[in-house]
């Protein structure tokens, strides 16, 4: 077996990412359901989950941070395709890298601002409303997320017209 490049340890280590966030938010559309089902029963019973509204705000967060990696991987976004129809190999070429590099600013910049936010909540404790459990995490996995995203977008960039990773497993 031979050792990975440094480019291939680099693209590993990013799908190694992705599928681990994908996992969490997989499990965090799981946990959603399931409180919201259990909510749904106990209330029948006079028993509704304490928190719910807390864990499906958490827990919705979590799942929908955790699936841009993937989605943007697997190119399973939307794209405009009316318009890029219309235009020639050239012109697609340089509006899809031009799109990419803006998506990369941007899943930056988020990325930054989530960090900031997630300090801020961590400062002032803040907390959710029933359950009181510590908020500052939340932005900080979706720093992590975007962060990733920004990741896939530069090897999208790098490699153009390759997929990354395959949508089937």
Same mark, same amino acid.
């Given at each position: 077996?031979?050792?990975?490049? @440094?480019?291939?340890?680099?693209?590993?280590?990013?799908?190694?990412?992705?599928?681990?966030?994908?996992?969490? &938010?997989?499990?965090?559309?799981?946990?959603?359901?399931?409180? +919201?089902?259990?909510?749904?029963?106990?209330?029948?019973? @006079?028993?509704?989950?304490?928190?719910?509204?807390?864990?499906?705000?958490?827990?919705?967060?979590?799942?929908?941070?955790?699936?841009?990696?993937?989605?943007?991987?697997?190119? &399973?976004?939307?794209?405009?395709?009316?318009?890029?129809?219309?235009?020639?190999?050239?012109?697609?070429?340089?509006?899809?890298?031009?799109?990419?590099?803006?998506?990369?600013?941007?899943?930056?910049?988020?990325?930054?601002?989530?960090?900031?936010? @997630?300090?801020?909540?961590?400062?002032? &404790?803040?907390?959710?409303? +029933?359950?009181?459990?510590?908020?500052? $995490?939340?932005? $900080?996995?979706?720093?992590?997320?975007?962060?990733?995203?920004?990741?896939? +977008?530069? $090897?999208?960039?790098?490699?153009? &017209?390759?997929?990354?990773?395959?949508?089937?497993?």
């Amino acid at each position: 077996m031979r050792p990975l490049s @440094g480019t291939s340890a680099r693209t590993g280590i990013l799908r190694t990412l992705i599928r681990a966030m994908s996992v969490v &938010g997989s499990l965090a559309v799981v946990g959603l359901v399931g409180v +919201t089902v259990a909510d749904v029963i106990g209330r029948q019973f @006079g028993l509704p989950v304490k928190g719910a509204y807390d864990l499906v705000r958490v827990l919705g967060a979590v799942a929908i941070a955790c699936a841009l990696p993937l989605t943007k991987a697997v190119k &399973g976004h939307i794209a405009i395709e009316y318009f890029f129809q219309k235009m020639d190999r050239r012109g697609r070429a340089v509006v899809d890298t031009l799109m990419r590099l803006v998506l990369l600013v941007l899943f930056g910049l988020l990325a930054v601002q989530f960090v900031r936010q @997630g300090l801020l909540f961590r400062d002032s &404790g803040e907390v959710t409303t +029933t359950l009181h459990m510590p908020m500052f $995490w939340v932005p $900080w996995l979706m720093a992590l997320a975007c962060a990733v995203t920004a990741g896939v +977008t530069l $090897w999208h960039v790098l490699h153009p &017209g390759r997929s990354m990773m395959s949508s089937r497993r």
